[in-house]
Structure formats: structure tokens, C-alpha cells
């Protein structure tokens, strides 16, 4: 973890400047009858799970690059989680993937607490073979032709399960890429039921408590064809397993152009939003950091969860989901929670009594002001003093670069050999 | 029409390469264990709806440029469609849009009567206003934020029914471009519901013996949102409606790189495939000929339905949508009707208990394998052995370019000046 | 004209609070070493052009919905163009296009004087036919296979020159829709000859103090190929025509997913970049309002244009070209402008030297992080206190709509039928 | 290698049929004109190189799935190639990739000739770091912001040549991954100029009858931006580099919806077409088997290079690049180079004073109608006689799995393990 000193006098360098800059955007939000407390106390409030494999360096196909300090296994991983959070104070949970992260449950559990975090959805891997696995998942999983493979994964999830039982986790979310490479290698329905039978079993494992998210992707690794394509499918597969199933939106995951805020609406009307992978991309699913590429689309994700905030029952989980290629995994993890908060931040900031009026006026154009009038906002005063006041860092990324956590870790855990696969 | 010598002639001089071309084809297929008679008997029982609108020179929002002899009306387009009709025995029915094509239902049966056709699904028309009308379609028709226009399109959706059971009609397709061109300009939640309110409405009005189908559309006329923008939302609507709403596919209506047939097979598996417009597009809805652009996609489309074909009440329309700006509409849609069956025959080809076999094996190489087998076969003389034994042309439009049908009918018909406006 | 009272007290009205803004702004500025003065010099000396056709009501190939006080012709244009820079400050020139604009160019003059305008480059117009024309532009112009049309569409370009040069203009703009809609109706290679041969007879006629813009456009209307299809092939038009041809930019016109201020940094190295047509886009060629789609991809545009403004000789066109659907087109302009502005401003305050330095030491998060800090910053004080030293409107939209312009005008101009043509 | 009595039993199965089907295939080109001895000539002598790190099985960023008998290196990788030639008769040649294949070159020469084959184009690898490599390509290699690492890029494409020439390689191509992943991360001007400035050194370096080819690439591994992401800038630099610069186009490489024929058309314009990487994809560089997917738009690829064919000079290289994830490498290899074979057939059979008569008649329909007629063709049989009268085989994949190649050589070579990197 960073040491407090090093917090505190980063803290002192920026105060004065934080508390002129939050009292400023204060006066002027005041003007638009905002009161800035009250907004900085819902970020203070909000929360974004990090994925616990977003901390080791990433790759492509082509090759992967470590950094200095690639964590070792889990009990590294959360270290690093443990420090974004202890800077940014934004994200309180970590999310597990299996068997990647598999470990003793009473030793995860007291790593976790050390580090100040709680565990979020956990994931299964029924995407990669791994040592000594019986049935390959080379031509499927979950909806695999061969019944003893889906049976296999079925037991993987299963498992999953009971693993975060164990940690206090309260959902699991299945991502397969399962699908095709070819026109006619699947048999599109039937692959469809089978897949639909085996989330089925393992639904029925679910404990009273949990939600079964599942994620949509339009492509990658299967390049003609992928079972769970889009949010279409995603729907009639939440609908078919039951009311403790839920769709899960991740911002990379759609064709071109498509507008994902209007699904993210639509997934809310039906009832089924079950939560997000957070990050952003141009081509497709680039992993790329949160709000990098096109923030005012995070803003638009934000727009419409805000406006939905108040619905009963209304709480989507929320977690990054990223492939750090060329960064310091860290740093861009910090910077992508403070970029979903920021979103978050500047979406309170709607005037959402003008911008109905405006939209029953069919007045287009000042409707579309008042969503870019909160945009244009500069929120960072809020997402900063909110941290100053838990004690964490007003500027997170300095800080941990002055405090050296990468070499000090890179000095305890061995250099990795570039050149390995993509993303563990 | 054309006149029966000139169909006469024109076979005659093409009868006896067709006869062998049959003949060898019938010998090849004969080895894979493929009847060509049974073949071709289903591609002559096969048809496909052509639009009204369709025999009218296309446009675009920068200009048109009308031919000679454009229709001047619901009659004369009749004409023309009746001569698709009989040089390509493909093209049995033709599908209605009011208020263009609004006439006196005793006239319009009595004209279709005379040139063999009769009348498939009725299209409204709430994306243009019309001389005269009480409310305007500007800002959206069935999910207007006011309920007075939104009033006025249930009435033109329920006078549609109307008239289409004085035709012999037995359903309504309903396409609207709501939606809007800036974030924020509409509520997404709200406008879905009015939408789906308003629809309900029409649903209500539906004779028993009836069909609603909905189209779905990624964008144009609006163009950051539109209110049935993919099939995920149109299945919502279907579901919402009732066992009389179905969900209609135009392949022009999708998102870059979408998997179509997917859709087809989802919709399939959701018993919510409501039928075709049949169309093709390099990128977006560009209304091209049917199978120009990518004519293994199409087969892909009919590789599905042929495959769905026995399932219990799988009925679904068949329909042309094209835009015909720089051909003879009458050339295009005979062209396309073919194109439509030929990707059908192709279908039929498939050795499907091979393909079985070869999904469960997951031999993807062998399973792409027979699809490309069936799509390989020059399935010409099928077709044209079908359409001489109906008395129609083996070659249509060398059939229609030696009757001289285009320069007869723009003798009759005044010129048309270019420069107005796109579809109409 | 807007009563100069009317913005007087709407200006009386910010005064206060914009005083303020600007001030505490600046403060900010300030302890980042910028000073915001300078700033504002920049942004008050920026203009960007307003096409005379964007004033009017725009529309689909499905329908156009006219709005209150269309413009009869190119002197209520430029009425309305006069207005928009009345209160932007920010538009000072317009740009014709003929025949659309054609009118005796001394009144053209006198006329643009009076609304304290200039002329910007002229636009042919060989993508529609006009009555009485002797050529269609049906399947081409500059392209056509047919050699008569070509030397038509030759001419016209000349004659835009000539009146250009009688309304102190400096440069033509063209843009052809010629393409093809079926693989095969049209040889690339010829196509393209035409297109350069026909080209340079138009590039022959160039005054020496004049350029000349070709513009690249993936499709549209033309739907399976278009003759300049993208920067590729328009960079190659310029380097075949010479030093006077430079490669214009409209960034709705490109394929899916595209880095577009790459594509600017690419024409900026080959010496070719002739300036823009800004407008956002979420499809297609949607010819929305600049910036409301992807506000970040505008900014990354100007960092562009700001790193390179100190090249020798380099002096892109900027001009705004959108379809005006659903608002009131003068204020889509005015706020359109302004976000151009916008864009300048935060490009303006890249601190380049720590970007260098960091992209240089392969410090991604930093680099991005300072493109981000730019703009996050709201710079509206900057763009207000410019509009206001100026004498325009402080809040340009509300001054309109205080002052009832669109009712004055819609009392003077007749009402126009809807249903007619896109974009005339 | 396949034993001769195994293909020589296959063929002698499928000899009468063959005979036939070539014997009526015949007659029907006979009636359009067309002498099926030619085309089948060409077809003969027709060849596409195979990339030897094809014979592996490829993978994705989340896993990799080896099967049995994969290569343990070279030579075993020139085996499988040979293996391929020896069937299809139409793969005479091998492309190497350094540092993956470094062997001693007499070595490889002895192997090559053993098996049959030569050496095609020598591909660098500068994306990928290399055990014990002094400098790391984690920021890009030819394009580096630093000079050291850009110069040991240089010198190992140097290499590359002094490697080819020794193995009788006549062109080296390059694809480098160097782009961003960030906005600002990289200065689009300066790192252009670095990799131009690199790349010439390498140019500087080819013996005088080489060429050298560079290859565009829209996306991926970088995310953002990629140095030479279309052929807009690939044209830069080949024309940069001087006349033995060439550009490579790699069907998988561009943005949705491009088209790709068109650019083929473009460089031919330009006299820069260097070569193709022959691949299919559905969503970005899915690098699928060539023909899987859209089958047409390969044969419009070949309709442009047939029609240019005799233009003086023209000679691009051709070769298969694809992932083979799910099926046997060998046998996508085989069915892929078929399938180009198969494009090249149809694109001889097109009319194409007929095409050229219709084009300048502006004849949309019937010029579309004599490219379909070409590619309705079932060519099979023109390929098949091709093959044995080479005394390959008839039908390559039967024989393949008749002979049991596969399991041969799984008995020899050692089972890989699942979950390694995607490509090597």
C-alpha cells in the first residue's frame, strides 16, 4: 500500500488550488440551482468493481509486453487493487475470474480485508483449456455439440458458485465464446438450446441472493458466428432463465455504430439491466481504457442510468473490464474509475425538469443543450475534494508515481517474459 | 402485358440449350441424390411479393431521375408489376402503400384480377406528411410526444386494415423512421412506451385472420436514434402486442458486419419471424437489387428458412424493397425475384443430413463444405425450366427488352421531371 | 436583422455572472501558464463558414417537414446567414452554390455587404438535373462515360468560377455523387481517367489566386461505388491536378470506425489538406450538428489543425455543412459554430511541449491525460467574452429567441408544402 | 509426403464423373464463346504461395487450441506445405517469417526442393519481442520514438534480405503493429516521419531485383491508431520509398463496409499494387479462410486483376494469410487456395467486351448481369481436370483424409499445449 505521508503531501501541494476550484464551481452551479454538496456526496458514495486479471499487463494475439512488477498471482493482484482504491477511493471491489484466481477462500478473504476491499461478481473461464482439463473447450463450451463438455463447464460454473459463496460474492457472470468460424459449422438453433439447457443447470444452482449476469458480444474469438451475439439473444436468454438473471452491457462489445445508450434503455424497460463492463473502444472490443476514445458516449451510458436511478429495484453492477497494452496497469485503472465516476458526476448535473419539457416541446435543440451544458461542466473539483475528504489522493496518478509502487513491486516480483499470450 | 408470341419467340430460340443444360444438371445433381424435378417443382410453387413502389424510378435526399414511362398511378403500377408477373411466374402478389396507392378496393381487385396478381401485406405511410393533414409527422408518428398525432397514425394504421380486407389482404406491415437526431432530443423509455401504446392500438383492430408486422430499422430517417432500431427491440414488441405480431427483416436494416441470418434463426427460435423485405446493401439501407452485393448471404437467409421450413405454422412473407435509381424498375425487380428464388434453390440443395452430422462432429471443414457444394451449383436451368413450364420467359428480361414494353408505355404515360423527391 | 436593443439586454443580463466565469477562469488558466486573454484573441479572430443552403429546412429521401420562414432564395439566405454571424461573431463568410444561387452578383455583393458578409469557396452542383438541362447527371458528370455530359459538367464548373470571381471568392468547391450501384456497371480505372481528365479542364480554368477542393465521399448516393471514395484516391486528384488542388475533408464521409484526424495529420504531411465540412455523424452522411455526436473526435480534429498552424502556407477552408431536419436552422448554425469554437479553444489549450515530451517518452497516460485536461476545461467564458467584446449576443440562442425572428420571417415568407426534395 | 497410390485410388473414383462434368461444362463456355482448354491452361498455371506459419494452428488473444501434429518448426512446417502443393498443385511456393523460421538457408534450400516448393516474399517480425532482444517493439518498432530500437528494426530487415537473397526470395514485405492506443499517445506527423525515414534504410538495402511490399492494416494490435492503417498512406509511402515499393493488401485489413476492389483498382492505378494477403473476414482481421465469407467480393477482386492482367509490368504476388482456429491448417490451406483458384476461373469466363459495351452504354442491369453469369459458373471441373492432369489430386480434402496424413504425423510430433499465444 502507499504510504499516508506520501498521500498527505501530495494532498498539501493541491489543496489550496482544490478548495478555490470546488468553491468556484460551486457559485456556479448554484447559479443553475445545484447544490455541489449534495453532488459530491453521491460520487463520494459510488463505486466501480476492478477486474482482478485488469492488473497484469495485456496483449493481443500478436504479443503481450509485460511491465515491471507483473503480480504473481492473486495475492499480488489484490495489492494493486488494494492501492487503486486506497488512492481513488473509487472502487471497493475486486471481481474474480476461475480458475485463474483460484486460491483458499478464508486466505482471500483475509487478503481482501487487509487491502480494504470487498469481493464483486465472480467470473468463470470456459474459454480457455487448462492443464489436465478433460474436454477441450476448442469448439465450444456451454453450448458445445458433445454433452460431457457442456457438462464439464456446467460443473466449472457451478463451482464458481460456490467459491464466492464462500467469499461473500452474490453473482456470477458467464461470458462463452462460443460460436463459429464458418457458415454451416453450427447449427445456429440448436447450438442455441443447448446453450440455453446449460445456463439453465447452472441457474439452478444459483443461491437465493445471487444474480446470473450474462454478456453479450458480438465477435472475438469466434469470427463468423457467436452464440450470445448481441443484446437480443441476451434478453431471450435472461427471460428464459428466471427473474435473478440479468443482462450485462460491456461498452465494447456491440457492432459498429450502434447506440448503446437506447440498449441500455431498452434493457431497463424489460427489466433485465443487470450491470456493466466498463471500458471503450473504436474497432472492437479494444479493451481500451474507459472514456478514452468517446467520453461523451460514457456520459450518454450515465444519462440514462441517473434518469433510471429512482426505478424500484434499479442496481446494475458496475465494474471496469480492460486490457492494459501499453500502460502502467495501475495508473489507467485509477484514471478509468475516475472517468466513470466523472460521467457519473456530470449526468447529476442534468437538468432533468427542462430536459423533459424540452422533449415533450420537441424542442430538439435545447433539450440537446441541456445534456451538453452538464457535459461541458468541469466536475473534477467534485471528484477530487470527495476524495481529499476520505483521505485518499487528490491527484491519484502523481501520488503513485511519487510513491514508487511500481519499483518497489517490480523489486519483489520477477521480470516476465514478453511474448505470451494475450490477456493472463 | 407482353404479348404471348414475343414470350413464344423468345423460348424458342433458347429451348434446346435449356433442355440440355436441365438434362446435365439433372445427371449431376442425380449423384448427390438430389431430384431435380422435385427441385424445380418447389421453386414454381415458390413467390415472392414485389411493392407497388417498387415499379417507380428511385431516389436519393440529393436527387431522382425518373425514366421514361414512369407510372403515373396505383393502376399503371399495377400494370407493370403484372408484367413481372408473367415474363417470371415469381412475383404472384404485390403489396400495397397508402396513401400512394389509394384507389377504390372494387378497382384495384378488378385490376389485379386482369393482370394475375392479388394483394399481399398493406403498408402504412406515417413518416411523410401528407397535403392537407391535421397533425405533422415531423418529430415522429406513433411515438409522438403528442397524443393528438399520435391519434391520427393509429387512425391511418386501423383505415389500412380496413382497406386491405376489402383487397383480400391479410396483413399490416408498419415501418416508422421515429426516433431523433440528437442525444437528449427524446426519452428513449418513454418514447418505446408511447410506441408500444400506440401499436397496441392498431394490434386491437387486427381481423383474426390477420398478421402485424413490425420492421425494425438501425437509422434514416433519424439519425442518432430510432424507435424500432434492431430486432431486439422489435421482439420486445412483437412479445408486447401478441400471437398476431411478428417481426419483419429487412436485410438493408442492420448494423456493419451484423450476422443476419442469426437474426433469422433467433427470430426462428423466438416463433416470432414475421417475413422478408429482400433487398441488398453494401452500406447501410441502400435498397440495391436483391443478391448484388453479397449473394452468399442471401443463400445464408434461405439456408435458415429451408432449414425452419417444416416447423409448425413457419409461414413467413416474402417480399421485394428495393430503390431502383439507375436500372428499369421492371428489369431490377424481375432480376431480383430471381435472384430470390435461385438463392431458394440453392438452399434446397443442401445435404442437411450431411451438415448434421458434420455440426455434431464439429467438422467445420466438411460443414462449410456442403454449404458451398449447394451454393456452387448453376442452378439456372432449374429456374428457367420452371418458368417455361408455366408459359413464362426463360430469359425475362431479354423477353421484356425485345417486346419493347418501356417504350410503349412512355408513349402513353407523360415524362416525369427529375428533381423531386426520393421513393415516391 | 436582430434589433441591436434585443441583444443588448440579453447581454445585460449575463454581464455579472460572465464577468465572473471569465475571471475565475482565468485563474485557473493562469496557474497552468496560460493566459486567457490571448486565448480569446485566437477564438474572436477564428471564423468559420456557413453554407447558403444550410439555412433551409433539410431532409431524407423519405421526406423533407419545412419549418416557419423557409428562406425563398439566396437573399432571405443570406438574411439568415447575416443573422448568425450578427450574434456568433463567429461565421463571417458564406458559401454558394449554383445554380441554386445564381442571382446577378452585383446584388449578390451589395446584399452580403448590407448583412456584413463575405463570399467562402463557390459549390458546383452536377449531382442533380435542372430543368431544361441538355445532359443528365443520371449516371454521372465529370465521370460519365458519355463525353458530351462530361464537357457540360466541365463548363458549369467554369461558370461557378466566373461568378466566383465576380463575388471575391477564391476557391471551388466539387463534389460529385458519381459512383456506381452494381458491381460491374461502371470500369474503376476509365471512371477514374474520366474523372481526372474532366477535372483538370476545370483545374485549367483556375484563376492564379484561387484553389481548388475536391471532396471525398464513401458513398452516397451512389451505393456500391463512389468515383472519390475516400482520401486515398482524393489525395491523388490533387497531386495529378497540382499545386492549387488541395483535398477537402467532410467529417461525416468516411467508412465506419475511421480515424479521421489521422486522416487530417496524413493530408497536413502530403501538403494537401484543403479544409473542412464539419457536422457530426453517427452513420452515416447524417449531417448533424458539429459536435453533438462525438465531441472529443471534433477537439482531436483541432489539436490537429492547432499543432500544425505554424506550417508555412498552411490555411485550411472551414466551413459548417449540415441538414437541418428538426430545429430551427439558424440556431442548429449558431450553436454549430460555437462548438467549432469551442473545439479551437480547448486544442488551444494543449500544453504542447508536455505532450511532446511525454509522447516522446512513451508516457501514454500522460499524453492522453493532457489532451483530456484541455478539454475538460469549459471554455464558454472564453467564446462569451469574445462574442460580447464584439457586440454580438452573449447567449446567441436566446437573444434569437427573444427577438422573434423565425415569427417575423415566417409573417413575410410563404409557407412552404412538405414532402418536396432532401436538401434544396 | 502423400503416397502416390493413395491419390492415384481417389482419382480413379472420381475420373469418369470428372470427365463428364468437364465434357458439359464445356459445351455450355462452348456456347458463350469461351474455350474451356484455355481457361483450364491458366488455372494450371496458376499459384498462390502458402505462409508457412499457416500449418500451425492459429489462436486468439483468450486461448489457443493446438491440434494433433502440429510442426515443431520449419521443416516440419515445409512438409505440411509440401503436403499441400503436392495435392492442390497450386501452392509452388512458401513464405517464411524471420526470426520464426531462421534455419541454415542451405538447409532450407534442400528441404524446399525436396518437398517441391520455393521461397515466396521473407516477412519480417518486428511486433513481437524476441528472448534476449536489447530492445523492446512495446511501443512500436520502425516507428519508435526511439532511435535505437527503430535501428534494430532496420537491421532486422536487413537480415531478412541478406536471409532471402540466400534462399532465392525476391521481395521482403513489411507489417509492423506501431500505432497508439491513446489518443495523444502518439504525434501522427513526427511518427510517420520516423517510420518513413526507417523504412527507406531498409529500401536502401534491396538487391535491384527485389521489391518491397508494405502492408496496411486498419487496426489491431494497436488500438487507436496505426502508422500505415489504410492504403491512402500506404500509397505515401510507396511512392516515398521509389519505384521497387509496392503496396500489399490484405483482404482482412480495412474498415466495414470498404470496398476493397476498388482500392485494388486504385493502386493498379497508381502502379503500386505489390501483392495480396488472400483471407476472409465477417468483422475485422478475422483472417478466416479465403472465400468463407463472401465469396463474390473475391471474385470482384479477381475481376479487377484479370481485366488489368496485360498491362505491361503487372505481376503482384500472391498468398494465402489466415488463422486456422478450428479446422486442420492443411486443409484450410488446400480449400483456400482452391478457392482463389476458383475466383481467378470465374473472373476469366467474364465477357468482357460485352462488360465494356454495357458500361458505356450506361447498361447498369445487363453489365452487373455478365459479372454474375461469370461467377453463377460452376468452375469445379475446370479445377479439378487442372489437377489431375498434374496428377494431383481431384479432390484434394478426400485424399488428404483418405491418405491419414494428420495421424501420421501426430504419432511423430509431440502434443502442444493448450493456452499459448495466438499466432506462432
Known sequence: MIDKDTIAAGNAHADADLARDYETLGERLDRRGIGIDAIKAKVAAYGVAVPSWGVGTGGTRFARFPGGGEPRGIFDKLDDCGVIHQLTGATPAVSLHLPWDKADPADLRAKAEEVGLTFDAMNSNTFQDQPGQTHSYKFGSLSQADAATRQQAVEHNLDCIEIGTALGSKALTIWVGDGSNFPGQVHFGRQFERYLDATAQVYAGLPADWRLFTEHKMYEPAFYSTVVQDWGTNLMIAQ?????????????????????????????????????????????????????????????????????????????????????????????????????????????????????????????????????????????????????????????????????????????????????????
Open 240 to 424: 428464459h432463465l428466471g427473474p435473478q438473471a440479468f443482462c450485462l452491457v460491456d461498452l465494447g462489445h456491440h457492432a459498429p455504430n450502434v447506440n448503446i445508450e437506447m440498449i441500455v434503455s431498452r434493457l431497463i424497460h424489460a427489466g433485465k439491466l443487470g450491470g456493466f463492463h466498463f471500458n471503450d473502444s473504436k474497432y472492437g472490443d479494444d479493451d481500451l481504457d474507459t472514456g478514452s476514445i468517446d467520453p461523451y458516449r460514457l456520459f450518454l451510458v450515465f444519462n440514462e442510468l441517473v434518469d433510471a436511478a429512482d426505478a424500484p429495484g434499479f442496481d446494475p453492477m458496475h465494474m471496469l473490464d480492460q486490457s492494459h497494452n501499453v500502460t502502467d496497469p495501475i495508473e489507467s485503472l485509477m484514471s478509468s474509475a475516475m472517468e466513470v465516476q466523472r460521467a457519473y458526476a456530470m449526468a447529476l448535473l442534468v437538468d432533468r425538469a427542462g430536459l423533459s419539457a424540452a422533449q415533450d416541446a420537441n424542442d430538439a435543440l435545447a433539450a440537446q443543450g441541456m445534456l451538453k451544458a452538464a457535459f461541458r461542466t468541469d466536475v473534477e473539483p467534485i471528484l477530487a475534494m470527495a476524495r481529499r475528504d476520505k483521505g485518499c489522493a487528490i491527484d491519484p496518478i502523481a501520488t503513485y508515481r511519487a510513491a514508487g509502487y511500481r519499483a518497489k513491486v517490480a523489486g519483489k516480483r520477477p521480470a516476465v517474459a514478453a511474448g505470451s499470450s494475450g490477456i493472463v
